[in-house]
């Protein structure tokens, strides 16, 4: 056990003192997909005190060829992904606090989470929760790690409040790729880049190696063999509303919240009724045997497939309706099967 960080306080930058920064330190990751397993893991290797880990979804057998954490049996159950990642996160170090919650955070939910937390690390898929931890991140001077990577591409930057430009600056001024939502695929290495952007400078933050900080928008192609990094310090705005002289955090209103969303690059529409519920999955199970098709079932959530169609249900209320990227048609099966 004694010398289990030995070979990372050897590194100078580093050193005695950093481990036990870094050991103090708690960080929030919301997203546990290829990114946010790589980074978790990066950072529980490296001893970091307390890591809050948050997701909506739940392990696929698609998922396994890049999200590094699950396993076979994962996907077989349907594990989400926040639970399974948390069991092999303990078994990996069992020195870190590890807090897991099954949830599409919602600003209400992101301000609870952020209480304590010294950096958070953007690892969603998604551009609307993307825009929620910039504004959260400003509002409560956390830093945060913008991430982001489809096919062969990867995007990263720090954002640090008071300093850096933020997201919603940089929208205005650089051509983000790597934002939207794509079929186009993605191969490991490209996650691995910039999970290993993402981690570096979070060490670096953990460890206040501030004058250390990257600084620049970087981002490349591993296929097409690219790489930039861009000064972006010009991209501030005054009058940004995120980060600005007299910001209102657009992106933490309540009118701003998507309660239906066609998730990336799958057949699915995710619905969240508007308030959270606590739903008894064994009653909704004996509801629906009587509709005929298949029911699966495990601690956290509900599956019935029938047809083309499968509709996962999780105790929050929240369900995904897979084989449809239709939201009136999702919505008229999520009122059918679970209203
Ligand atoms: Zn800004």
């Not at 960080?27 to 809050?52: D, F, P, S």
């Not at 099954?102 to 600003?107: E, M």
């Not at 192609?221 to 972006?232: K, Y």
């Not at 239709?326 to 919505?331: L, N, R, S």
Request: aromatic residues 6%; negative net charge; hydrophobic residues 35%.
């Amino acid at each position: 056990m004694s010398d289990r960080y030995s070979r990372q306080t050897l590194f100078t930058p580093i050193g005695e003192e950093g481990q036990q920064k870094i050991k103090q330190k708690h960080v929030l990751i919301i997203g546990a997909g290829a990114l946010g397993t790589g980074n978790a893991e990066a950072l529980v290797r490296a001893g970091v005190g307390k890591l809050t880990i948050v997701d909506r979804d739940y392990v696929e057998w698609s998922n396994l060829q890049r999200q590094q954490l699950y396993t076979e049996k994962d996907a077989d159950a349907r594990i989400p992904k926040a639970v399974a990642a948390q069991n092999r996160l303990s078994e990996i170090n069992s020195d870190v606090e590890i807090e897991a919650h099954i949830l599409d955070a919602t600003p209400q939910e992101l301000e609870q989470l952020v209480d304590g937390v010294d950096l958070i690390l953007d690892a969603t898929d998604n551009f609307d929760t993307r825009m929620m931890i910039n504004d959260i991140s400003q509002k409560y001077e956390v830093p945060w790690i913008y991430g982001a990577c489809v096919s062969s591409y990867g995007i990263s930057f720090t954002v640090i409040p008071g300093e850096t430009p933020c997201l919603n600056c940089l929208l205005e001024s650089v051509p983000l790729g790597g934002l939207t939502c794509d079929t186009a695929g993605i191969i490991s290495p490209t996650v691995q880049m910039v999970v290993a952007y993402q981690t570096a400078e979070a060490l670096k933050i953990l460890v206040e190696d501030w004058d250390a900080l990257r600084k620049k928008l970087v981002s490349f192609d591993l296929w097409s063999n690219q790489q930039t990094a861009i000064n972006v310090s010009k991209a501030k705005k005054d009058n940004c509303l995120s980060c600005g002289a007299e910001p209102t955090y657009p992106h933490l209103s309540y009118e701003n919240q998507t309660k239906t969303a066609v998730l990336c690059g799958r057949d699915s529409v995710q619905i969240r009724p508007p308030e959270r519920q606590e739903r008894n999955l064994d009653e909704v199970a004996e509801r629906l045997s009587a509709q005929g098709g298949t029911i699966e079932q495990n601690p956290f959530l509900l599956s019935f497939s029938k047809g083309e169609q499968r509709i996962v249900l999780f105790k929050d209320g929240r369900a995904l309706i897979h084989g449809t990227k239709d939201i009136a048609e999702a919505k008229s099966l999520y009122h059918r099967y679970l209203g």
